[in-house]
């Protein structure tokens, strides 16, 4: 079902103080990032350094609203790791796959993630207490 682990994802009050901290202390670098107003974040994918192999990158998930689930999940829990994402090829067929095993997808049709991607997620308590992500990437990349 899965092709990659595509990123992990971690909630932060402050987008910007996040990517330096990332950058200064562990050398990382932004490889994309954007506002997805439907999703209520301001984003950053970030890398190693030249990494071009498509390795796991880290997201950094800051709110863009006080009602956003990153604005929830920072007053319920505070800043840290938020979702786990999976990538695979087709996110239709991959969540018919996950409810025809009984586990609950947060949405009935695919929404618009990071790069034009498709996504939907598995409730977390559907999924040993983790916020499962399932990533279609846009077909030629970003
Ligand atoms: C909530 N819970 C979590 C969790 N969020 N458990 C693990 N990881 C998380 N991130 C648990 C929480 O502790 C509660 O357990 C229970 O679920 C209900 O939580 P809640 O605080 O009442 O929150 P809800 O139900 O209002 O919202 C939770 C869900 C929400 C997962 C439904 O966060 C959601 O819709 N997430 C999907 C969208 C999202 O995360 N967007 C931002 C990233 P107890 O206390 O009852 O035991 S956007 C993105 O990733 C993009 C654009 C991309 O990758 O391209």
Request: proline share 10%.
């Given at each position: 079902l899965v092709t990659a682990i595509d990123h992990v994802g971690i909630a932060v009050p402050d987008l910007d103080e996040a990517i330096a901290f990332q950058r200064d202390t562990f050398g990382l670098e932004v490889a994309h990032s954007e506002e997805n107003a439907e999703q209520g974040v301001r984003e950053a994918m970030l890398r190693a350094?030249?990494?071009?192999?498509?390795a796991t990158q880290i997201q950094l998930l800051a709110p863009l609203?006080?009602?956003?689930t990153i604005a929830k999940f920072l007053d319920k829990n505070g800043p840290g790791l938020q979702q786990l994402a999976y990538r695979v090829t087709d996110v239709e067929a991959a969540m018919e796959a996950l409810r025809a095993k009984g586990l609950r997808l947060l949405y009935d049709e695919p929404r618009r993630g990071t790069a034009d991607s498709r996504i939907n997620f598995v409730h977390p308590k559907d999924a040993g207490g983790v916020l499962v992500e399932l990533v279609e990437p846009a077909p030629h990349g970003h």
């Open positions: 350094p030249g990494d071009t192999t498509g609203r006080e009602d956003s």
